[in-house]
């Protein structure tokens, strides 16, 4: 069974960069794809973007101007930068992995999540 | 303001059935994409629960189900148990907006 974990600051500053690192085992990171989901505290979930092994990347157009998400297949690791956050940033993020249905991209594993907060 | 629209909270007693929806638009349901159910026990991650419209991973209890007709989506829980109190999103893609969309999920209480 494919486990996913978060890591990464729990404080950032305003204007700085969140930077987030998914470990996955259990399986291969190879030839699937992965995502970032994001919930701001008592609210709800919002898709940042995802990527597939090979390097290709889709972001949320709202965030594709602060977002970067990298994928280290030797680590089978995957990441997300976000920069010049702000508090609005405040989130719990999820790493996932994408099962591809007819069409459409399922969110079919997920980490337990890992609060991030934006604070001087 | 989500994209897909779901009533904040809906209730029921043990045994019951539930369902929740989940409105959307042309932009999204209507537009053919599939829509997903996640549940998210109180401070855990979500989980999938429904994919494709309709279908139950491995694992999940036939008491959950799922449809879709038009620009809405709905999620019907069967049999309820206390087990089942939990918050419940939906997802789709959005092509005007080129972006995986929630809706703004759904506070399940067993009474």
């Known amino acids: 069974q494919v486990q996913l974990q978060e890591s990464g600051p729990g404080l950032v500053k305003p204007s700085e960069t969140l930077s987030l690192t998914c470990t996955v085992s259990?399986?291969?990171?190879?030839?699937?794809?992965w995502s970032w989901i994001r919930q701001p505290p008592g609210k709800g979930l919002e898709w940042i973007g995802y990527?597939?092994?090979?390097?290709?990347?889709n972001y949320n157009p709202s965030l594709r101007s602060r977002v970067t998400i990298s994928v280290d297949t030797s680590k089978n690791q995957f990441s997300l930068n976000l920069n010049s956050v702000t508090a609005a940033d405040t989130a719990v993020y999820y790493c996932?992995?994408?099962?591809?249905?007819?069409?459409?991209?399922?969110?079919?594993?997920w980490g337990p999540g890992t609060l991030v907060t934006v604070s001087s | 303001q989500s994209v897909l629209t779901q009533p904040p909270s809906v209730s029921g007693a043990p045994g019951q059935r539930v369902t929740i929806s989940c409105t959307g638009s042309?932009?999204?349901?209507?537009?053919?994409?599939?829509v997903h159910w996640y549940q998210q026990l109180t401070g855990t991650a979500p989980k999938l629960l429904i994919y494709?419209?309709?279908n139950r991973p491995s694992g999940v209890p036939d008491r959950f189900s799922g449809s879709k007709s038009g620009t809405s989506a709905s999620l019907a829980i069967s049999g309820l148990q206390a087990e089942d109190e939990a918050d419940y999103y939906c997802?789709?893609?959005?092509?005007?907006?080129?972006?995986?969309?929630f809706g703004g999920g759904t506070k399940l209480t067993v009474l």
């Open positions: 996932a992995r994408i099962k591809r249905g007819s069409g459409s991209y399922i969110l079919e594993y």
């Open positions: 259990g399986d291969s990171i190879s030839n699937y794809y």
């Open positions: 990527i597939y092994y090979s390097g290709s990347t």
């Open positions: 042309s932009s999204n349901i209507g537009a053919r994409n599939d």
């Open positions: 494709g419209n309709s």
């Open positions: 997802q789709s893609y959005d092509r005007s907006l080129s972006a995986w969309v």
